[in-house]
């Protein structure tokens, strides 16, 4: 039988985790006084890399503002001993520190051309003192971390942190400092992390959650619980849907020949599809596929305009044995459809999975 399916999402992550709150005891993170962080770029940054770092500080510091004033503040250095640089250069291929928060001197902090904005945001985070959601005491009561797929020279990321001031914020799926299931994978078919609750999925942050402010402001002492939330949320209004437990408004076309499927696990046939779903492992049009097999055949994203139905984007053979980002822009002015399609190879070794469908109005947020 060929298989085809729409992958189900097994995670919904909500993040939570700023750790840098007043009176942190057990881990010894140093805050910037005053929450003033001076920065500077090196020349090997370009101007659209630095546009969009500057775009996402701007975000931060709005989404932190309280009390009247600005809870974190980014200034171009002058002749401060403490600071951070940005550069496409580092000492190490992420340009990370073992602690998050300020290290003393010269901080660089490794950006690229090509860095996604939820990258962006979670490189400042660590820089202001934030450790990741996922590594605070108790996380292992929500994810289960998979150390065997996980190089032991990446394993330091995705250790908890001995800092009683996570407990302040419950776990929160949303942060922005999550990692996508699959990061940093020995083996690209096998989640490193995964939610411990069916139904709960790792989603597609770019902008902080409420709990990332409240726990920002919470370290640097600006604001007070329940003092009114400035959050910029980039995807609101956004069509999205995990699979989770339906097809969400995604309806099975009438006159195809075989239905997609909501399906948990591999297929029944060996050496095809995933094993895995993406979000368990979580206008602009994006969604994660998975193509593999000896005979998969082809995939199709079509906009559908009253009758007339028009190729888009098509994907053609076997995509690597892992999940891809599938991401573009479109201007449609009338009513219109998505319409996805798979079309089948001569035989059951191929498997085409769909999964966290996104689309929303306004230009790419990369």
């Known amino acids: 039988m060929i298989s085809l399916r729409l992958a189900a999402s097994l995670a919904v992550l909500l993040q939570c985790v700023f750790c840098a709150p007043q009176g942190r005891s057990g881990d010894n993170v140093e805050l910037w006084p005053f929450g003033r962080i001076p920065i500077t770029f090196a020349s090997s940054v370009n101007g659209f890399t630095r546009e969009r770092v500057l775009a996402s500080i701007q975000e931060?510091?709005?989404?932190?503002?309280?009390g009247g004033r600005e809870c974190i503040t980014y200034i171009p250095r002058k002749n401060e001993v403490d600071f951070v640089e940005f550069s496409t250069e580092s000492q190490d291929s992420f340009g990370r520190v073992a602690k998050p928060g300020r290290i003393g001197g010269r901080q660089v902090v490794k950006v690229t051309d090509s860095m996604a904005k939820a990258d962006i945001m979670q490189l400042l985070m660590y820089t202001m003192g934030s450790y990741n959601a996922f590594r605070r005491p108790d996380r292992d009561n929500f994810v289960q971390v998979n150390y065997d797929n996980i190089p032991t020279a990446f394993q330091t990321f995705f250790a908890k942190v001995n800092d009683t001031t996570f407990f302040k914020s419950p776990f929160d799926y949303n942060s922005v400092t999550f990692f996508y299931p699959f990061a940093y994978a020995k083996d690209s078919t096998r989640p490193t992390m995964q939610a411990k609750y069916e139904g709960e999925v790792f989603p597609w942050s770019v902008s902080l959650s409420d709990f990332d402010i409240e726990n920002v402001r919470a370290g640097y002492g600006c604001g007070r619980v329940g003092d009114v939330i400035h959050r910029?949320?980039?995807?609101?209004?956004?069509?999205?849907?995990?699979?989770?437990?339906?097809?969400?408004?995604?309806?099975?076309?009438?006159?195809?020949?075989?239905?997609?499927?909501?399906?948990?696990?591999?297929?029944?046939?060996?050496?095809?599809?995933?094993?895995?779903?993406?979000?368990?492992?979580?206008?602009?049009?994006?969604?994660?596929?998975?193509?593999?097999?000896?005979?998969?055949?082809?995939?199709?994203?079509?906009?559908?305009?009253?009758?007339?139905?028009k190729e888009f984007k098509a994907l053609e053979g076997e995509q690597a044995n892992q999940w891809n980002v599938f991401n573009d822009e479109f201007t449609v002015g009338q009513n219109f459809q998505v319409v996805l399609e798979a079309s089948m190879g001569q035989s059951d070794l191929g498997d085409i999975a769909l999964d966290d469908v996104y689309y929303y109005r306004g230009r790419c947020i990369v």
């Open 60 to 66: 931060i510091q709005f989404d932190t503002y309280s």
């Open 232 to 309: 910029q949320n980039l995807l609101s209004g956004a069509v999205k849907c995990s699979f989770e437990n339906d097809l969400c408004k995604w309806t099975q076309d009438s006159l195809n020949d075989f239905d997609f499927v909501r399906n948990n696990g591999p297929t029944k046939s060996n050496g095809t599809g995933p094993a895995f779903d993406y979000s368990n492992g979580i206008g602009k049009f994006l969604f994660y596929y998975y193509m593999s097999g000896k005979d998969v055949n082809r995939a199709t994203v079509n906009i559908r305009v009253g009758s007339v139905t």
